[in-house]
């Protein structure tokens, strides 16, 4: 019998039931619109999030909330100018949501495999895939794809210094990585643009919805345009772009606000959990000669928020099978990404590889970490994957 069922990460509203009012409020104020007062206060919430001291650098961050962060993804692409025919870096170890917005601006995604500390993209992969894309073409990549995969931030200093040398922007898809920092400055600021996630899964949720951040008003302006028709201002509603519905809704932007009052104790329990996990798998005695290692922070500078704890096998083993046995016993456990180099649909796609993404999706598997995992579920897991590799 299962002991019960202990997912990845689960929405958590919270105990106030701050959400609820604010959804309270737009009802009895008929605000049930993708625009409204939850709307304009979940981004000054957000915006304040981001606006405290931030190590060295500190600079203006403004946020539009749309309906999901592969919308936040594909107009922070119209907004760098990306479009047919043009090429985008893209981080190949992830969800497929940051390298398919590319595709929808009808551009070409050019896939660059990780790097051991962060598992994030490889600057010298990324230079090496910018010299080869201007050698091979005679023009630059548009803009660069970077993830804090996981939550854990990615190697800022060498991607921001090759974005600078090369003069293309950055695109910091920060899903996982609300509450995370790199040598004291938040994710989601180190992109010329950066983009949230509010799924149902992530560090807080608005059920559904994203977020876009960017450093100054004319850009947020220009992205609720887009998002909202590129409505010229006519009453008439002229058009001279092509625009799209992705603003969030006032409803989902209540959740939001809500959430926001339990921001820091998710982040803390999601830290919690990872410390859990690693003291249990230090002290666990495999007698088969499995290694097991729980990915950490390389050094101080880097402070992940763990939004997913995740592990590597020191030998290779069939995660999807082992995925399922945990699953027979009430766990949810997924293997790490399959990179997007290796996917089917992109297989016609430009790579720079070094077999590490690849290594990682052969090798490891993310555990529960959300908000409804508790001590006692992180031992029982850890007990089971022990049972499950004997
Ligand atoms: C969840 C996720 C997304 C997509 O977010 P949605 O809000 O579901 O569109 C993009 N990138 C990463 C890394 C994610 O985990």
Redesign the pocket.
């Known amino acids: 019998m299962p002991y019960h069922r202990i997912h990845l990460c689960l929405a958590h509203m919270s105990p106030t039931g701050a959400e609820q009012r604010y959804i309270q409020e737009a009802f009895n104020t008929n605000w049930i619109a993708p625009l409204g007062p939850n709307v304009d206060a979940f981004e000054e919430a957000l915006a304040r999030h981001f606006d405290r001291p931030q190590g060295a650098e500190k600079s203006p961050v403004y946020v539009a909330a749309v309906s999901?962060?592969?919308?936040a993804?594909h107009l922070s692409l119209l907004l760098l100018g990306v479009g047919k025919d043009d090429e985008v870096i893209c981080q190949s170890f992830?969800?497929c949501?940051?390298s398919n917005p590319v595709t929808y601006c009808e551009a070409t995604p050019i896939f660059v495999d990780s790097e051991e500390d962060t598992w994030n993209m490889s600057p010298e992969l990324l230079e090496e895939a910018i010299k080869d894309r201007i050698a091979k073409t005679g023009r630059k990549p548009k803009a660069i794809i970077v993830?804090d995969?996981y939550g854990m931030p990615a190697k800022w200093d060498e991607i921001t210094a090759i974005s600078r040398k090369y003069d293309i922007p950055v695109i910091e898809?920060a899903?996982?990585a609300l509450g995370s920092y790199f040598k004291g400055r938040s994710c989601g600021t180190f992109g010329d643009i950066a983009t949230l996630?509010?799924?149902g899964n992530?560090m807080i949720t608005t059920s559904?919805?994203?977020a876009l951040i960017c450093k100054d008003e004319a850009t947020k302006k220009r992205a609720i345009f887009l998002a909202t028709q590129a409505k010229e201002p006519y009453l008439h509603y002229e058009h001279e772009t092509i625009g799209y519905n992705y603003r969030m809704s006032n409803i989902s932007a209540g959740i939001g606000r809500g959430q926001m009052t339990i921001l820091e104790d998710h982040i803390n329990h999601h830290k919690h959990v990872h410390k859990l996990y690693r003291e249990l798998f230090l002290n666990t005695n495999l007698t088969n000669n499995t290694n097991i290692f729980v990915q950490d922070n390389p050094n101080d500078d880097f402070d992940s928020n763990f939004w997913l704890t995740t592990i590597l096998f020191k030998q290779e083993i069939d995660t999807e099978a082992f995925c399922l046995k945990l699953d027979k016993a009430g766990i949810e456990a997924r293997p790490l990404w399959k990179p997007m180099h290796l996917q089917p649909v992109y297989k016609h796609a430009p790579a720079f590889t070094n077999g590490f993404s690849e290594y990682l999706f052969r090798h490891g598997i993310c555990l529960p970490s959300g908000p409804w995992v508790t001590d006692d579920d992180v031992r029982y897991i850890v007990e089971k994957i022990k049972e499950a590799i004997v």
């Open positions: 999901s962060c592969t919308a993804i992830s969800f949501a940051s993830v995969l898809d899903a996982n996630s509010f799924n992530k559904g919805g994203g």
